[in-house]
Nanobody
Framework: QVQLVESGGGLVQPGGSLRLSCAAS????????MGWFRQAPGKQREYVAG???????NYADSVKGRFIISRDNSKNTMYLQMNSLKPEDTAVYYC??????WGKGTMVTVSS
């Protein structure tokens, strides 16, 4: 059974940093592209960043230059380093693998 488990969310002040993790099990991790999505209250889920099997990365314009996506195939884990956080980054962040697999999300709140 495939499981994706996010962690690392929390409350942070504007300008602060957080690192999210997504641990995968039950799947050939290194064979899949992965991504992060987020959903703010009252809004649709949106793409944040993606990383391919070969570690090519892509970012939404709203986070480019502030967020860094990475993966460690030896640990079956994907990361999202979030820097210079803004209140508008407040959302539930979801891990995605391939077309079908999603985590349950981790809440990130950016507020003073």
């Amino acid at each position: 059974q495939v499981q994706l488990v996010e962690s690392g969310g929390g409350l942070v002040q504007p300008g602060g940093s957080l690192r999210l993790s997504c641990a995968a099990s039950g799947i050939a991790f290194k064979s899949y592209g992965m991504g992060w999505f987020r959903q703010a209250p009252g809004k649709q889920r949106e793409y944040v960043a993606g990383i391919t099997v070969g570690s090519y990365t892509n970012y939404a314009d709203s986070v480019k230059g502030r967020f860094i996506i990475s993966r460690d195939n030896s640990k079956n884990t994907m990361y999202l380093q979030m820097n210079s956080l803004k209140p508008e980054d407040t959302a539930v962040y979801y891990c995605n693998m391939g077309p079908s697999y999603w985590g349950k999300g981790t809440m990130v709140t950016v507020s003073s």
